[in-house]
């Protein structure tokens, strides 16, 4: 073991789990990676998790552990419910509509750097429209699909007592809302962009 993982016993119910957290870019692991790594070992989601360390219950997340007076080999408890599958199979779903957004948000993102390309000049002038036209298509294209997911996410009903899935459903829609305003500022950045080029031709025509 390597001497920047810490190492602690979490017991869950009957059982006890060894959890190994090591340092990450040389930051100390802080309590919301033991909860990750609880949820990876017991399927207790941390919504749903109550740590306890010494008789207290730790609640900052982005506190480090060591500032709970957490060292190597230290035991604590946990207490939680575990979803039902049913829900889990819902938050798979939830999971993998979240990945479809992020491949789309890539997308978007390799828009926006191609047009800030653009505007410092990276591209002769006259091949600029034809460009320009093309990361539009894909600006509308992305639009489209985040649209369609927002609509697949609109029609998934969840039962009240999904808190995890609801949760996570509205954080998904907000998301995609701030995407497709992304979408809506690189459109206009697009033909304004286009504007400028047109204006410039004209006047180089007369």
């Known amino acids: 073991m390597s001497e920047n993982t810490l190492t602690v016993t ?25 909860s990750e790594a609880l949820t990876e070992a017991t399927g207790v989601p941390t919504p749903s998790q109550k740590i306890i360390f010494k008789g207290k219950s730790l609640k900052e997340m982005e506190e480090s552990l060591s500032s709970f007076g957490i060292k190597q ?7 939680g419910k575990r979803n039902s599958p049913e829900e889990e199979a819902e938050l798979k779903k939830l999971k993998d509509i979240e990945k479809s957004v992020e491949q789309t948000a890539k997308k978007l993102e390799k828009v926006d ?29 992305a639009s489209e699909q985040l649209m369609k997911i927002l609509e697949e996410l609109d029609t998934l009903s969840l039962p009240e007592g999904f808190s995890d899935c609801r949760i996570k459903k509205k954080g998904l829609v907000k998301m995609i809302q701030g ?4 979408c809506d500022k690189i459109e206009a ?17 007369e």
Do not use: W
């Open 179 to 182: 995407f497709l305003a992304q």
């Open 113 to 141: 750097g191609e047009l800030t390309g653009l505007k410092n000049g990276f591209l002769a002038k006259e091949l600029q429209a034809e460009a320009l036209n093309k990361l539009d298509h894909r600006v509308k294209i």
């Open 10 to 34: 979490v017991a869950y119910g009957t059982t006890k789990h060894s959890i190994a957290l090591p340092a990450r870019d040389g930051h100390e692991p802080l309590l919301k990676d033991l």
């Open 189 to 205: 950045g697009i033909s304004d962009h286009l504007a400028k080029i047109q204006t410039k031709n004209f006047a180089l025509a």
């Open 73 to 79: 080999g230290c035991k604590l408890m946990m207490i």
